[in-house]
């Protein structure tokens, strides 16, 4: 029992250390990188940031992310609200959780100390790959909460050595269930497979409609024991409209597209799926090649396991891309399944005369493993280069350093998602639509935010381009900044109010 214990407790502090050394290197949230710069981040940490201020998102910051997620960068803010590093630590967390899920689920199939080399290679795959984006996507912080529920689903169908998870189990599934669903719910594809599946097994294969149901209700209760707080938060600030307005009807109406017909959303898998795997081929090929060989491989997994893995990637494929195509980083759930890979290529490694089971040469595979997951980041993250910026070199500290020598107390980044400017500067929002989001209506819901422009309420305001942009006729230009984003150079303006 002590050996156990101790092996449990290396193989967590391995997959901490390989979960922080990857998303040190590939993840523009860590502290080896100047900030973050990418919108999507720096909207969740500026709405985070103002709810411990007492702002309210939906009703008084506005975007169309799962509340939870912004719940998470108030928390993160709490570490530090002048630097991501808070946030870096709930990747590293994440991160930890997802690599210690995978480790088990290679383990159900392959020895323990040959799974243990995987880690970093499973790090080094899903991180450095251009659908982790920038780092601190919604995908990226749920990835840990789908592997778990992965990892279940196979314990489950094992063709040997099955465990069927008891009510406690499916309840911390729907907790899980309920967690993705209040980030992003097109991510929710997952568990709706996983709870079907097991369902469906327990009334036509067990014969038994009643565990069906009990099974059913525990589900559900983990999903209402997540989603009561998060409808409490909301109901105490009166903005329950606000919540159910934007996170459901706009996104359903602005935000996804409705099919045209019934084949759509294939196509948009077909054609999605087939641009995840061609910007994506490592950690797509080993999801590819563990899930043919789960699927075809004899003495792994019983039919009924076989049924709900391929049930698992169909919908969750499904739920991403049955709206949209989306952007590049919307397939990155999928990684769940690279790990799975690395099944069958273990079992070529047990051909091998070398016994890995000797600490000495257990101890130098994993160094190998993580010195070649360095290398693969390293060299394949397209993060790497930002890097060697300096901070004090980067446009939002330069704009940053006027406007507190100035005493702006009010900005407006107008006209482009968040960059970072209210994160340098330090000033919050004062105005519901601070930046420009991704939803189809901006124009609609940019009115407001003219009209107040037209009023100078705003100290400071900065553009994503040269000159003004519509009417800025209270504003002078002070200075225009050329930085990098997302590959293209970009001119960066601040203007600052007459008068």
């Given at each position: 029992m002590e050996t156990s214990r101790k092996r449990q407790l290396f193989a967590a502090l391995w997959c901490l250390l390989c979960a922080a050394a990857a998303l040190a290197v590939c993840s523009r949230s860590s502290p080896l990188y100047p900030t973050n710069d990418w919108g999507d981040a720096n909207i969740y940490f500026t709405i985070g940031r103002g709810m411990l201020e007492g702002l309210v998102p939906y009703r008084d910051l506005l975007d169309h992310k799962g509340p939870l997620l912004y719940f998470l960068?108030?928390?993160?803010?709490?570490?530090?609200?002048?630097?991501?590093?808070?946030?870096?630590?709930?990747?590293?967390?994440?991160?930890?959780?997802?690599?210690?899920?995978?480790?088990?689920?290679?383990?159900?199939?392959?020895?323990?100390?040959?799974?243990?080399?995987?880690?970093?290679?499973?790090?080094?795959?899903?991180?450095?790959?251009?659908?982790?984006?920038?780092?601190?996507?919604?995908?990226?912080?749920?990835?840990?909460?789908?592997?778990?529920?992965?990892?279940?689903?196979?314990?489950?169908?094992?063709?040997?050595?099955?465990?069927?998870?008891?009510?406690?189990?499916?309840?911390?599934?729907?907790?899980?269930?309920?967690?993705?669903?209040?980030?992003?719910?097109?991510?929710?594809?997952?568990?709706?497979?996983?709870?079907?599946?097991?369902?469906f097994w327990l009334w036509l294969g067990e014969k038994s409609f009643s565990s069906a149901l009990k099974a059913c209700g525990a589900f559900l209760g983990g999903m209402a024991a997540v989603s009561v707080p998060v409808l409490a938060y909301f109901a105490f600030h009166n903005s329950l409209g606000d919540l159910f307005g934007t996170y459901f009807v706009t996104n359903f109406t602005s935000y996804s597209d409705a099919p045209s017909n019934w084949t759509v959303p294939f196509y948009n898998m077909a054609v999605s799926g087939l641009s995840t795997l061609t910007s994506n081929p490592v950690w797509m090929g080993l999801a590819l090649l563990g899930g043919a060989w789960l699927l075809f491989a004899p003495r792994l997994l019983t039919g009924a396991g076989r049924a709900a893995l391929a049930a698992m990637a169909f919908f969750t494929a499904f739920f991403i891309w049955c709206g949209s195509m989306g952007w590049p980083y919307y397939g990155l759930p999928l990684a769940v399944f690279a790990p799975l890979g690395f099944v069958p290529l273990l079992s070529l490694l047990r051909r091998l005369p070398l016994r890995f089971e000797a600490p000495r040469l257990a101890a130098a595979g994993c160094a190998v493993c993580l010195a070649a997951s360095l290398a693969l980041e390293a060299l394949a993250s397209p993060n790497v280069s930002f890097m060697a910026l300096k901070k004090e070199d980067l446009v939002q500290t330069k704009f940053a350093a006027i406007i507190q020598a100035e005493g702006g107390e009010s900005l407006l980044n107008y006209g482009f998602l968040d960059g970072g400017f209210y994160l340098s500067s330090g000033i919050l929002p004062s105005c519901r639509f601070f930046c420009r989001t991704n939803l189809s209506n901006w124009e609609e819901l940019e009115q407001p935010v003219r009209r107040m422009v037209a009023e100078n309420a705003f100290d400071f305001i900065v553009t994503r381009e040269e000159g003004a942009l519509y009417e800025m006729e209270g504003y002078e230009l002070v200075c225009t900044e050329y930085q990098e984003y997302d590959g293209v150079l970009q001119p960066y303006s601040l203007f600052r109010a007459k008068g």
């Open positions: 960068h108030a928390a993160a803010a709490l570490v530090s609200d002048s630097s991501f590093f808070g946030v870096w630590l709930w990747e590293v967390a994440a991160g930890t959780a997802l690599l210690w899920f995978s480790l088990k689920s290679v383990s159900l199939f392959c020895p323990e100390h040959h799974s243990l080399l995987t880690v970093p290679l499973v790090a080094g795959a899903v991180y450095s790959s251009p659908a982790f984006a920038q780092g601190d996507s919604a995908e990226e912080l749920c990835l840990p909460l789908l592997a778990f529920s992965l990892w279940c689903l196979l314990r489950a169908f094992k063709a040997e050595g099955a465990v069927r998870p008891g009510l406690w189990l499916v309840f911390a599934n729907g907790l899980a269930a309920g967690a993705v669903f209040w980030v992003k719910y097109t991510l929710l594809g997952l568990h709706f497979a996983w709870m079907a599946c097991l369902a």
